[in-house]
């Protein structure tokens, strides 16, 4: 089965920047690639997603024109390049990959990783 890690998370003071990375263990260029985010008592919300085969991505309205959702060339690795971070962004994100596009914008990919924390904090 498709494994996923994800690293990059970490302490970043408001209006700063991370990038998160989410890598495969196998080439996963058939797949859909979501990341999610859940704050504590919060539900998981899809913050972006992108179509392997074609590049198109989605981003949340919340999210939307600070992050953005890019993978290499080599089909094994995804992106969250996180910019002007607030203190409404601290979570545990999570990197996902499905076969289906439905199936990521409704968090129901087949494929996890375990999470890395982001902390926004002064």
């Known amino acids: 089965q498709v494994q996923l890690v994800e690293s990059g998370g970490g302490l970043v003071q408001p209006g700063g920047s991370l990038r998160l990375s989410c890598v495969a263990s196998?080439?996963?260029?058939?797949?859909?690639l979501g990341w999610y985010r859940q704050a504590p008592g919060k539900q998981r919300e899809v913050v972006a997603a992108?179509?392997?085969?074609?590049?198109?991505?989605i981003h949340a309205d919340s999210v939307q024109g600070r992050f953005t959702i890019t993978s290499d060339d080599d089909k094994t690795t995804v992106y969250l390049q996180m910019d002007s971070l607030d203190p409404e962004d601290p979570s545990v994100y999570y990197c996902?990959?499905?076969?289906?596009?439905?199936?990521?914008?409704?968090?129901?990919?087949?494929?996890w990783g375990q999470g890395t924390q982001v902390t926004v904090s002064s």
């Open positions: 196998e080439g996963i260029s058939m797949y859909t």
């Open positions: 992108i179509s392997r085969g074609d590049a198109h991505t």
């Open positions: 996902a990959a499905t076969y289906r596009w439905d199936r990521a914008i409704g968090g129901n990919a087949e494929y």
